[in-house]
């Protein structure tokens, strides 16, 4: 599965500034709107790689995810989008257990990956985060050569048993991130030198190194400029054939190009999930179509 929608035009998605909207209609619409627990459209997948059911996530006392549930199909690649604080990256960090790190987040709810339990407390946190991976907002390579920080995850997960396979992992890797031909003759120069746009692609194979099922991406592109966007965006699309995809992002325009279901969440209510054509064109609830047609955010 790997539409670009490019019958979707900008048009469709970019929000109408023409008329001038009064400022208390920015302000968020209050919760009694949205029913506990219930998503309209489709949420449900036949052959879920995710399978989430009533997800509740706190910080403290404080509930930022309630009552969530969604299945994640193999190689969709699917947008969460929302207004800021809404829970998307508390979400997305519940499918790599990243919400681990911190002390006061608890999770609960049923939340299965290839129908095995994700919060097992037998199950191996480090060996699920080579399957399921993460590329950040911000590009984060570590202080090392390029070829380092592509070498590192197949080092650590004993991946090579050779230098030759360790070399032909990081060609491949930065191969397919799109990145090989830009770097292949200054593999030993430190990443930290590379462009912003770079950094993240070299993220991308890093991530993708250690042949992940998933990949999770917050925000990828929010540092980038437009010609490192659009290089980022035609990668989401390649990997698309082989990994399932989630991406949180604030535009609208990327989540219309890049994904093929978007999930619209509300007040740590997930709204609505419906393909990215129907939710930019014709939303089922009133508060999705509210925030595409730029009512708030
Ligand atoms: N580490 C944290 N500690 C306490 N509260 C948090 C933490 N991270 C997020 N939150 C709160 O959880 C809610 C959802 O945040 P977040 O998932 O970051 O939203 P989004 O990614 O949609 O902007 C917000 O109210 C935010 O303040
Ligand atoms: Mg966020």
Redesign the pocket.
Known sequence: MNSMNPSLSNENVQRDTAEPVPVDAREQPAESVIEYGKTVGTPFSDKPKFSLRDVEVY?GD?P?IKGISLDIAKNEVIAFI?P????????LRCLNRMNDS?D??RVKGQLELDGQDLYDPKRDVVELRARVGMVFQKPNPFPKSIYDNVAYGPRIHGLANRKSELDDIVENSLRKAGLWNEVKDRLDAPATGMSGGQQQRLCIARTIAVSPEVVLMDEPCSALDPIATARVEELIAELSESYTIII?THSMQQAARVSDRTAY?HL?HLVEVNETNKVFTTPEHELTESYITGRFG
Not at 84 to 91: A, D, E
Request: aromatic residues 16%; hydrophobic residues 35%.
């Open positions: 910080y404080s930022a929302g800021s604080g809404c829970g998307k990256s508390t979400f911190i006061i987040c949180v969440f740590g």
